[in-house]
């Protein structure tokens, strides 16, 4: 493959999938510097496996999950755990119940976090989540189940 398509290719991915990949930092870091970081590590990442993908679906979903995992890797750091808390962040929203709804979400374990986002977010349906996470679809459907339920309760509490 020749280094102009390799650019114009990971240029294209960054174009298209750049927003989704910082929003999924976001709700797993919750730290711009840090997000920053993480996208580029996944598109280096992706440029290291640009011969790897089948379709567009199948490079969306692997961004996903590099991201999340990516995210993952930095939460697990001994010196994250002395980052601010997320009531310390200000997060923009365009009113106080989004607002509110957003600090709902980014206070659910990630895994809920994770399924939240895919499906409301980016639109997957649950059997492509399965997939992505490599979970079960029905282990899908009950953390979908289950942060839906802690997000109501939170929002009575909000």
């Not at 927003?19 to 510097?33: E, K, S, T």
């Not at 280096?44 to 496996?49: G, W």
């Not at 899908?140 to 802690?150: I, M, P, T």
Request: glycine share 4%.
């Amino acid at each position: 493959m020749s280094q102009l398509f390799i650019a114009e290719d990971i240029s294209n991915a960054i174009e298209k999938y750049g927003d989704m990949v910082r929003r999924i930092c976001f709700l797993g870091l919750r730290n711009n510097a840090d997000v920053e970081d993480v996208f580029q590590e996944v598109f280096l990442q992706y440029f290291l496996n640009i011969d790897f993908f089948n379709n567009e679906q199948h490079q969306k979903a692997w961004l996903c999950r590099v991201a999340f995992n990516k995210c993952k890797d930095i939460n697990k750091s001994h010196w994250r755990w002395k980052m601010v808390s997320i009531n310390n962040l200000e997060i923009p929203c365009e009113s106080a119940e989004q607002s509110n709804l957003m600090t709902a979400v980014l206070q659910l374990p990630a895994k809920y976090k994770e399924v939240i986002y895919l499906h409301y977010y980016e639109g997957w349906t649950i059997p492509e989540i399965a997939e992505i996470t490599r979970q079960n679809p029905n282990t899908v459907y009950s953390q979908l189940k289950r942060a839906r339920e802690k997000l109501r309760k939170g929002a009575g509490e909000i």
